[in-house]
Nanobody, 114 residues
Framework: QVQLVESGGGLVQPGGSLRLSCATS????????MGWYRQAPGKQRELVAT???????NYADSVKGRFTISRDNAKNTVYLQMNSLKPEDTAVYYC????????WGQGTQVTVSS
């Protein structure tokens, strides 16, 4: 059974930081491309960042220079370090694993507000 479990969301003030984690099981993590997506209320789900099994990371223009995606293949976990958070970063953040098929986590809420 494949599981992707996100954690690390919460309430943070503008300018603050959060680190999201996505722990996976049931997949050969090292061969999967991993990604973070987000969905704000009333909006479509959008890509935040991706990290392939090998190769360069990719970021949405809105988060470049502020967010960093990384992976630890030994721990089967992908991370999203989010710095300089803005109110417009408020959304549910989802972890995605993609190879021959795609899997999603249940999401974690990130709220940026003073």
């Amino acid at each position: 059974q494949v599981q992707l479990v996100e954690s690390g969301g919460g309430l943070v003030q503008p300018g603050g930081s959060l680190r999201l984690s996505c722990a996976t099981s049931g997949i050969i993590f090292s061969i999967y491309a991993m990604g973070w997506y987000r969905q704000a209320p009333g909006k479509q789900r959008e890509l935040v960042a991706t990290i392939p099994s090998g190769g360069r990371t990719n970021y949405a223009d809105s988060v470049k220079g502020r967010f960093t995606i990384s992976r630890d293949n030994a721990k089967n976990t992908v991370y999203l370090q989010m710095n300089s958070l803005k109110p417009e970063d408020t959304a549910v953040y989802y972890c995605n694993a993609r190879h021959t098929r795609a899997y999603w986590g249940q999401g974690t809420q990130v709220t940026v507000s003073s």
